[in-house]
């Protein structure tokens, strides 16, 4: 029907017309049913329907005539009715949600319901978010309606898909949310349903509540979705539903207050790194107050240790890149190794080529040289300070002021950087034992003896059983230590049998590896040697990283406190809050809380961003460093048809139904034989490792705490995939290959 037809029986306005024949102007029938038209005249699978046009209120009878009509010929037993208003699903404003809308209409009671969504104009809501967000509209009084009557869908599922993240930004991943049944749940908040992301034609459930739709079902909305896009020529927010073997489009509007798609240049040119020093012990984006103040002490107290051992401060700057933390390694020139040899009176040479270059080739002469010294400073100087300190400091915070609690952090802070850096430079070396422990074992044991290099080195005596409760999920102060969560304490699922069943699983291919070289004494006289201290820093690595966090129970406190004060003088609402302030704002007195508002929505839209785990170009000489230790632990080929792969960090493989776990709230729902999902792995997820199957995860290297915890329980591991939470979803069945550093489908 159209304009014509209207003139042919009388009636001297188009008050109702067919959607599909609709003229799609959004002065004359609304933004959504203009948008609708576009969509059904294009081929879209729009479901048929009516348009009512705003005139119809001034000559209803007419109209309600028409309408009954009409929507007789439809041939429908049920009908939805939405509003189409002229100043709704506009770039500015979308309106959504504001008028009304009736679900599976009976016909006799379709003018009913057309009066009510028309009325629903005059709702004090829709005059609040006018005078808001309505732009030209604002305070122009009540805008022209339309009413779009369609057939109802019998979804099977619904809901709605975003070309574009709504919180990130990110354009190049549909974000589908959907439910079982209808979509109106979901759209008002009143369901939270699953959610996917889909890029590149994969389908990656980020939240799942009822499976109301498939991986296949959730790429077929996203196509539909980016095809509207293309359409339009702009991100677009569609609604969907699906009947049987079939999808619907129902609504189609351009997403409004979209943020910038996030861009990932590094502030100065070079190679910067997430998983690189404290990177491994952030998983997720910074806080305002750990990012401008906690980073800061502790990487001073780093290079205030470099500074101590070497005599000089080599420049390894960080960054904050959208929140996240990355630190930079600079680039190598001889104008760059004048100066430190200048600055160090020659301490520099030795101990940064053993350190960082014998070690990989000669670990047992880069032990006697350097790092046994290092080692045993740690021992009888880092560490007792370190633990004197954080108890003294805890003595003092109880009874601080405000300004004793910032001197309190400073103190703790700047000692943490300075025991990071003892864990870096002598802990830090183990990985490169193991690498050269590694190609030795693939060269003259290989073939001759049954195991992987990495079980020569787990289920070593030395090494502490529980998690201690300065354990922590970040090293971000603003995530509780496991001690306030109430998990630390003993071992758990078994752990202490099945670390026994490794110790004695090492044992016997210790002396598998000496009888396969009993005829040659001089390769058993190295084998030993490598062997010997690959196993003692490897012991060394996990108590250092251990107690590295010793004094982040202290730091919390102080800054809780802090936070309270604020509280009390009107500055914040609550405690946390402070973690959403800069240093500088601690003193003040001016009310920050809209401020807070502000940081806090921002670092949640960074902590969902897809962080690259490094950019700019890897030096060459790193690039063969990595590459050649991954390649000696690496057991077998990556399979072309690999979900994922990464790096081999403790060998072994094994099947189960992925749980992705972001942080001790999951803890509950991981169940025994699952396989843990995670971003990065820091001690406080030590208590999933007795029940997990196996490990993956986004961040880490072969020294992460997941390697190293891995080794331990015996459970096969794969860190630095890069994309292993948004790739692998809840239930998925998987095998995850430890050795060859890949997961498949079993």
């Known amino acids: 029907m159209n304009a014509n037809d209207d003139r042919k029986r009388g009636v001297r306005g188009p008050r109702v ?31 048929p329907g009516l348009v009512v046009t ?53 016909l006799d009671e379709l003018p009913e319901a057309v009066r009510k969504v028309f009325g629903s104009a005059d ?109 339009f020529g702009s991100p677009q927010d569609i609604e969907w539903a699906i009947s049987g073997d079939d999808l619907y489009l129902l609504q189609a509007r351009p997403m409004t207050a979209l943020p910038e798609a996030a861009s990932w240049k590094p502030p100065v040119p070079g190679y910067w790194m997430r998983n690189f020093r404290l990177g491994e012990w952030l998983p997720e984006a910074m806080t305002p107050l750990f990012a401008d103040w906690l980073l800061g002490l502790i990487e001073g107290g780093y290079l205030g240790g470099m500074r101590a051992t070497v005599g000089a401060i080599l420049p390894f700057p960080h960054a904050a890149i959208n929140g996240w933390y990355y630190a930079a390694l600079p680039e190598p020139s001889s104008r760059l190794l004048a100066r430190a040899v200048l600055q160090s009176r020659g301490l520099v040479l030795p101990v940064m080529f053993n350190a960082l270059v014998r070690v990989n080739f000669d670990p047992v002469g880069a032990d006697r040289a350097v790092l046994g010294r290092l080692a045993e400073e740690w021992r009888t100087e880092v560490l007792p300070r370190y633990r004197h300190l954080v108890e003294d400091a805890g003595g003092r915070a109880g009874s601080a002021t405000p300004e004793q609690l910032t001197g309190i952090v400073e103190e703790v802070g700047a000692a943490a950087g300075g025991y990071l850096w003892s864990l870096a430079i002598a802990g830090g070396s183990a990985w490169k034992m193991e690498g050269r422990l590694a190609r030795f074992f693939r060269r003259y044991l290989s073939g001759r003896v049954a195991g992987s290099p990495q079980a020569l080195v787990r289920g070593l005596p030395g090494t502490e059983a529980g998690t201690p409760p300065h ?79 010793l004094g982040w129970p202290v730091l919390r406190r102080c800054a809780l406190w802090i936070g309270e004060d604020l509280v009390s003088r009107g500055v914040i609402d609550s405690a946390e809050d402070a973690f959403f302030l800069v240093r500088a704002e601690l003193d003040g007195r001016e009310d920050l809380r809209e401020e807070v508002a502000v940081r806090r929505h921002r670092w949640e839209r960074q902590r969902r961003l897809a962080a690259p785990l490094a950019l700019g170009e890897q030096p060459k000489a790193m690039r063969t460093l990595v590459d050649g230790l ?23 493989r094994a099947a189960g139904r992925v749980r992705v776990v972001e942080g ?80 498949v489908s079993p």
């Open 17 to 47: 017309v067919a959607l599909a024949g609709a003229t799609p102007d959004p002065s004359k029938i609304g933004a959504k049913a203009a948008n609708l038209a576009r969509l059904s005249a294009a081929g879209f699978p729009v479901p």
């Open 54 to 106: 705003p005139d119809a209120e001034e000559r209803w009878e007419e109209a309600r005539l028409r309408l009954t009509d009409l929507a007789a010929g439809l041939g429908a037993g049920r009908f939805a009715v939405r509003s189409s208003g002229t100043a709704e699903d506009l770039e500015g404003a979308s309106f959504a949600g504001q008028y009304e809308t009736l679900l599976s209409v009976p």
């Open 123 to 231: 709702a004090p809501r829709v005059a609040a978010y006018r005078e808001v967000r309505g732009g030209a509209s604002a305070g122009v009084g009540r805008p022209r309606m339309a009413v779009l009557v369609q057939v109802m869908v019998d979804a099977d599922s619904a809901g709605v898909a975003f070309t574009a993240d709504p919180v990130t930004g990110e354009r190049a991943e549909v974000v589908v949310t959907a439910v079982r049944g209808l979509g109106e749940g979901l759209v008002s908040g009143e369901a939270a349903g699953d959610e996917w992301a889909v890029r590149d034609g994969e389908a990656v459930r980020r939240r799942s509540s009822e499976d109301a739709i498939s991986a296949e079902q959730a790429t077929r909305v996203a196509g539909l979705a980016r095809r509207v896009e293309e359409h």
């Open 471 to 549: 354990a922590v999920q970040s090293a971000d102060w603003y995530r509780p230590t496991l001690g306030e969560l109430g998990f630390a304490g003993g071992d758990d699922s078994g752990g202490t049998g099945r670390r026994e069943g490794i110790a004695r699983e090492r044992e016997a291919l210790e002396r598998a590896c000496r009888e396969a070289l009993a005829g040659r004494p001089r390769l058993l006289r190295r084998f030993a040697a490598l062997l010997e201290v690959a196993q003692r820093y490897a012991v060394l690595r996990e108590r250092q990283a251990r107690d590295f966090t």
């Open 630 to 652: 991954a390649q000696a632990a690496r057991t077998g080929p990556v399979p072309p048809d690999a979900i994922l792969a990464g790096e081999p960090a403790s060998p072994g």
């Open 664 to 743: 001790p709230a999951d803890f509950d729902r991981f169940e025994e034989g699952e396989v843990l999902v995670a971003r990065i792995t820091a001690p406080a997820w030590t208590p999933l490792f007795g029940r997990a199957a196996a490990v993956v995860t986004d961040g880490g290297t072969l020294a992460a705490h997941a390697s190293l915890v891995a080794r331990e329980y015996g459970i096969p591991a794969v860190v630095g995939t890069g994309e292993a939470t948004r790739r692998l979803r809840d239930g998925m069945l998987v095998m995850v290959d430890g050795g060859a550093g890949t997961v």
